[in-house]
């Protein structure tokens, strides 16, 4: 495994009722500590370019639900067929992120990547190569990920990458890996315990996420924060600046499960999909990837990625089933 850092990108630092044969025992990651108690600094400077929009800024992207055509389906050829270029490069170039607990970070004791994201990366690799150390990581920033694509400077992106119409009109999808809510955290002796009760906090969310569209469509009223990375949003809830982050369920555990006087609250208000970026027009390499997500599927790989790094934090969940877009022979 190779880690450098893409052009562009800004670096930061379980199912209960699974079937008995995928069934595996919990393992518990270490957790990085960010401190114990966040102390009330309402006069700090917010995070290095966070922006703070007045309440009624209109969406800007469509926030209902996209009829997402489907992926393509994973081919019979072999590796080398599918993605020539790849397979005789020797690894392949992956974007995530490195702050992410639970999906993509860097353990502070021994440095290595660890989280699911990054599990399903080394299973991509092992599909191509039959080794899956062969992966060179690269940090992309939530703002850059499509960028990333665009630009080739990645491979692949596998970094809480929503199916959106937008982002499906510049890069391709897999069909998702993951599925997850739109939740609110906020600290354990906030008042707040659904939507219904907000008043006038701030709300914070991560610049370059669609997060940012589905809050303003449900919180017309609030203030929003933009920062740069989720980590910074989390800074802020710390220092009192936001009052909640809006969020997916699984990026939110991870800060729950780092900061035990932060808390998921309430109910699910939006759905989210996690798909592989592509780039646009890498049919072989699209069809390779769903040929690992079919694989994890099916042979309980996924079963055990999820219950080890996300079973302890959020509810429990089969992988989504694919969704295949309809072909026909040219």
């Known amino acids: 495994m190779r880690v450098t850092f893409a052009k562009g990108a800004t670096v930061l630092a379980i199912v209960a009722g699974t079937l008995a044969a995928c069934s595996v025992t919990p393992v518990q990651p270490v957790q990085p500590g960010i401190g114990d108690e966040p102390a009330a600094l309402q006069d700090l400077p917010l995070p290095a370019g966070a922006v703070v929009d007045p309440p009624g800024h209109a969406p800007e992207t469509e926030v209902e639900p996209y009829n997402w055509p489907g992926s393509l389906r994973p081919s019979r050829e072999s590796p080398e067929k599918r993605v020539p270029n790849i397979f005789k490069r020797g690894r392949i170039i992956v974007g995530v992120d490195q702050s992410q607990y639970l999906l993509s970070f860097r353990d502070n004791a021994t440095g290595e990547l660890k989280g699911f994201e990054v599990d399903l990366a080394r299973e991509i690799a092992r599909d191509i190569f039959g080794d899956p150390e062969r992966v060179d990581f690269r940090f992309v920033d939530s703002s850059m990920r499509t960028e990333s694509l665009v630009a080739g400077q990645v491979d692949i992106v596998i970094r809480t990458m ?43 969310v991560a610049a370059g996420s669609n997060i940012v569209d589905i809050a303003r469509e449900n919180f017309p009223h609030q203030e929003l924060m933009r920062t740069r990375t ?37 109910q699910p208000f939006a759905q989210q999909r996690y798909a592989v970026g592509i780039p646009k027009g890498y049919d072989g390499l699209t069809r390779q990837v769903n040929y690992t997500l079919d694989r994890v599927r099916t042979d309980c790989t996924w079963d055990a990625m999820f219950k080890r790094w996300l079973g302890p934090h959020i509810a429990p969940r089969t992988a989504p089933q694919p969704v295949y877009r309809e072909e026909t022979d040219d």
């Open 230 to 266: 989720w980590t910074d949003c989390l800074m802020a809830l710390q220092q009192y600046q936001a009052g909640l982050l809006v969020g997916d369920e699984t990026i939110l555990a991870g800060f729950a499960a780092q900061d035990p006087l932060t808390t998921v609250a309430g």
């Open 162 to 204: 929503s199916i959106t119409k937008e982002r499906s009109e510049e890069v391709d999808f897999s069909v998702p890996y993951l599925d997850s809510s739109v939740r609110m955290l906020v600290p354990t002796s906030s008042h707040l315990e659904g939507t219904d009760d907000l008043t006038d906090e701030r709300i914070c």
